[in-house]
């Protein structure tokens, strides 16, 4: 039980930090200094770092394309569900875990629908002659949500030890390579990858907490 409400308090406060920074993002050091004369919070970090970096279409190619793998291991354990829901002929047959997994996707989808439409800052880079929706970064977050998702479900699924070390391996690599690539290809400001992160750590744990309360079933 302590496990539990420990899990609870660590996802709230993961909550809190991202929906303290995304306030701080709104009202610290703003400034005019995206396309089109958009206002950016913390303008002189995002700035510095934008600067730096520079742009770079390749690296927006990149992931671009490897934030379908993320999509596509969502596919994966949607047509699991949907075989178990057919055989067993009942929703409360299927795993408990696939269930989770289900609710936890929708949370994410609708985190992103959210900021498509309340808009915190947008890019830093036109695309196609539009401004976009820029926090928190999208492909950051659903890379980070759909792996980590992946690694903690094949955990529950998979009894081979091997296999779920070379999930948890590439996981982490494709986590890794999103968010780095993302914030090299110039696409997103430096507050939108923390932003990213945040939300992330906070629907991750929202997960785990709900799959710990769970029996693997292998």
């Given at each position: 039980?302590?496990?539990?409400?420990?899990?609870?308090?660590?996802?709230?406060?993961?909550?809190?930090?991202?929906i303290l920074f995304t306030v701080l993002v709104q009202n610290v050091d703003v400034h005019t200094i995206g396309p089109k004369s958009s206002s950016v919070g913390f303008a002189s970090v995002n700035a510095l770092v934008h600067e730096k970096l520079g742009v770079h279409r390749l690296w927006y190619s990149i992931t671009y394309w490897l934030g379908f793998v993320p999509l596509s291991t969502a596919g994966i354990f949607?047509?699991?569900?949907?075989?178990?829901?057919?055989?067993?002929?009942?929703?409360?047959?299927?795993?408990?875990?696939?269930?989770?997994?289900?609710?936890?996707?929708?949370?994410?989808?609708?985190?992103?629908?959210?900021?498509?439409?309340?808009?915190?800052?947008?890019?830093?880079?036109?695309?196609?002659?539009?401004?976009?929706?820029?926090?928190?970064?999208?492909?950051?977050?659903?890379?980070?949500?759909?792996?980590?998702?992946?690694?903690?479900?094949?955990?529950?699924?998979?009894?081979?030890?091997?296999?779920?070390?070379?999930?948890?391996?590439?996981?982490?690599?494709?986590?890794?390579?999103?968010?780095?690539?993302?914030?090299?290809?110039?696409?997103?400001?430096?507050?939108?990858?923390?932003?990213?992160?945040?939300?992330?750590?906070?629907?991750?744990?929202?997960?785990?907490?709900?799959?710990?309360?769970?029996?693997?079933?292998?």
């Open positions: 039980m302590q496990k539990k409400t420990g899990n609870l308090i660590i996802t709230g406060i993961w909550a809190l930090l991202f949607a047509v699991i569900g949907l075989m178990q829901l057919v055989r067993r002929k009942s929703l409360f047959k299927v795993d408990k875990s696939i269930i989770a997994l289900g609710v936890f996707y929708a949370a994410t989808i609708g985190v992103y629908v959210l900021f498509e439409f309340y808009i915190v800052n947008y890019r830093p880079i036109l695309i196609n002659g539009y401004l976009e929706a820029s926090y928190p970064s999208s492909h950051t977050m659903l890379a980070c949500c759909f792996m980590a998702a992946a690694m903690l479900e094949c955990n529950m699924l998979i009894r081979d030890r091997q296999i779920n070390i070379i999930i948890q391996i590439v996981s982490i690599i494709i986590m890794a390579v999103m968010v780095i690539g993302r914030l090299i290809s110039g696409a997103h400001w430096f507050t939108d990858i923390i932003g990213g992160l945040l939300i992330s750590g906070a629907l991750i744990m929202g997960l785990y907490s709900a799959l710990s309360m769970f029996p693997k079933k292998r």
